[in-house]
């Protein structure tokens, strides 16, 4: 068994939806709040969860580690009240837990951020007898015993993120507390790669993608490990940042990371995209084409039906009607794609 533990203050539009996705994974629920004056304590304790105060103290790992503190059992999922949990593989993860030195990295996306969504492992699932956080903001799992070697592992459990939508953020001022706490940390290390990182997605999701490119390359500068959790996103954001800025020729410098990242959808998807901007149309339907092989094999992430339409695209723009028609035909119920099917098929369906 696992306790689920979160970090809450304000959270009545979101944790409901977070702890209904979890019932019937865990049967302890530890809930942390910082303050709340609306009914976020109320509802959580309808779904049967521990409710306990903290005062805050502009230290999120500190409130982790409280939350564990307070958990039944050793292993800890971590979630945050705008995140709701889309797939749990269960025989699987019961198998991880055989091993309280692993720790578990899970799958976040990010729905509402364009038409692709981002996505990204972060560790979240843990045994708190070997594991705990550090960091004030965009806190870490790190091991009790120093020196000791982290085992990441994959696990097959998913989540959607809300917290970093639009509308959210005017709202919660979240990214401006970001901004203070992480360049708070900078002051001490200036060129500590992570935390350079997760300022540049602060000027990202401000849709400032000058400023954050300029922070992503000045972490990817300190040479940080590619198999290091946030280093995907990192990767993935600077390559989108770019792309944004229309500097389609520099973007191919994620190529770099071709080797690491082979395996995943969205990067095979994001190095597509950069083909298809340079102009480089064969390279792209074959990247776009990996993207719906890689998703065949089990990595789904939803990208096959854009793949699909994206390679009509190209083929049409081509002159070659009928291979477009049937990629739209394979992008299924994609908006794009059937409105295209329609306007070859002269406004017809199908």
């Known amino acids: 068994m696992f306790s689920l533990c979160l970090i809450v203050k304000n959270e009545e539009k979101f944790i409901g939806g977070c702890l209904k996705s979890a019932a019937g994974f865990t049967s302890d629920i530890v809930v942390i709040d910082t303050g709340s004056a609306d009914r976020t304590k109320e509802i959580a304790a309808s779904f049967n969860a521990r409710v306990f105060d903290f005062t805050w103290i502009a230290d999120f790992a500190a409130a982790r580690n409280f939350a564990a503190s307070k958990s039944k059992y050793d292993w800890i999922l971590a979630l945050d009240a705008d995140e709701v949990i889309t797939f749990f593989g269960a025989h699987s993860i019961k198998e991880f837990m055989q091993n309280p030195l692993c720790v578990g990295r899970i799958e976040i996306s990010s729905p509402g951020a364009g038409e692709i969504a981002f996505s990204e492992r972060i560790t979240r699932f843990y ?19 120093k020196g000791a070697q982290v085992y990441f592992r994959d696990i097959p459990l998913k989540v959607d993120h809300f917290g970093y939508t639009p509308e959210v953020l005017e709202k919660t001022g979240k990214l401006e507390r970001n901004r203070v706490m992480i360049e708070r940390e900078l002051e001490g290390d200036r060129d500590n790669p992570y935390y350079l990182y997760q300022l540049g997605k602060v000027y990202f999701a401000r849709h400032n993608p000058e400023k954050a490119a300029e922070f992503f390359e000045r972490s990817l500068a300190q040479k940080p490990n590619p198999n290091l959790a946030y280093v995907y996103s990192l990767v993935e954001c600077y390559g989108y940042a770019l792309l944004e800025m229309e500097l389609y020729q520099k973007s191919t410098a994620v190529f770099d990371f071709y080797g690491y990242y082979k395996h995943i959808p969205n990067f095979l998807f994001l ?5 298809q901007n340079n102009g480089k149309l064969v390279e792209a339907v074959d990247f776009y084409e990996k993207v719906i092989e890689t998703e065949k094999k089990g990595e789904d992430a939803g990208l096959s039906p854009v793949a699909n339409y994206n390679i009509g695209v190209i083929f049409e723009i081509a002159g070659m009607t009928d291979d477009a028609r049937e990629f739209y035909v394979l992008a299924g119920n994609y908006a794009n794609a059937v409105k295209r099917l329609e306007l070859l098929n002269g406004g017809k369906q199908g």
Not at 127 to 145: A, C, D, M, R, S
Not at 271 to 275: K, M, P, Q, S, T
């Open 127 to 145: 045994n708190k007898q070997n594991y705990y956080f550090t960091g004030k903001i965009h806190e870490l799992v790190t091991p009790k015993k």
């Open 271 to 275: 190095l597509a995209h950069i083909c």
